[in-house]
């Protein structure tokens, strides 16, 4: 536990000397509850039937801002004497005339030792971006007439990422669109999704003999070129209540809220820039909310399960 806590401890004192840019992917405030998002190897961490679904508004006031939707779901299964995990994530982001899809069946190998699992975990998929030209003001535009269709490209994508999970912390480290898919999304006009690459960790820290926790958490992320980061602090009281502070250097704060109560764990984040967008935008909204069905695995692979409403 102590090795958990002093490796978060210096990942959060290290990020203060980093910068912060843009990427690919959308932007998550509450990471810590879509970790399959960004590493697959994060999925079937309960023994439990998961259900999730993010949705968030970024930057509010602005027109034709990002909207993000990520709707996931995951168990663990036993086959051949050992313990698996099994999952499925997509993800829907629209940005102005342009729309971004992705959808991949997720696998994870788990290795225990003692109180501890090592998992291993892919993603494997598509991702779509999708242009909208119809939406374009042609008011005053006689010589572009045939401009009226919505084009869409689809290619293979694939994540992979390995995570150390304890009782009382975890760590992980993933890339995603390892394959660095290239679309074609015109005459003579190509582009690629860049390979992107994350470090995830968070410790709960219980305080003395009382009914509070503390989950300091940490995400990295970075490509070839640019890196960024969220440094988070929550306290969680009696496993129900939550509530806790992000900072994302030169973008500003997240604020946060939660509640976990019969097996429905919901969240909702407010993020306050204080960067340049500021000016126009009035925040960014994040809701997220999670059913857990606990399940129970027998030798033999077969699952039961029953409603959380009567435990």
Known sequence: MKFGYYLLALLISFCFSLDLKAQWDAQVSQYWKVKTFFNPAFGAEKDSIQATLLHRQQWVGVDNAPKTFIVSADMPVNFMGRKHGVGILAMSESIGLFKNTSIGAQYVYKKRWKKNILNVGVQLGFTSIGFDASQIDKAGQEDIEDIGATDQTKVFDGNIGIAWVAPKYYIGISSTHITQPNFDIGDDI???????????????????????????SVLIKADNTVVQ????????????????????????????????????????????????????????????????MPIKLSKNGQTSHKSIRIL
């Open 190 to 216: 190509t582009t690629y999704i860049a390979r992107a690459y994350y470090f995830t960790a968070g410790y709960n820290m219980r305080l003395g003999k009382s009914s509070y926790e503390l989950q300091p």
């Open 229 to 292: 980061y969220d440094a988070t602090a929550r306290l969680v009281y009696k496993k129900m209540f939550n509530g806790g502070v992000s900072w994302r250097k030169d973008d500003g704060w997240v604020f946060l809220l939660g509640i976990n109560i019969f097996g429905i764990d919901a969240g909702y984040a407010y993020d306050l820039s204080t960067s340049e967008i500021s000016v126009k935008s009035k925040g960014s909204h994040e809701f997220f909310v999670r059913y857990a």
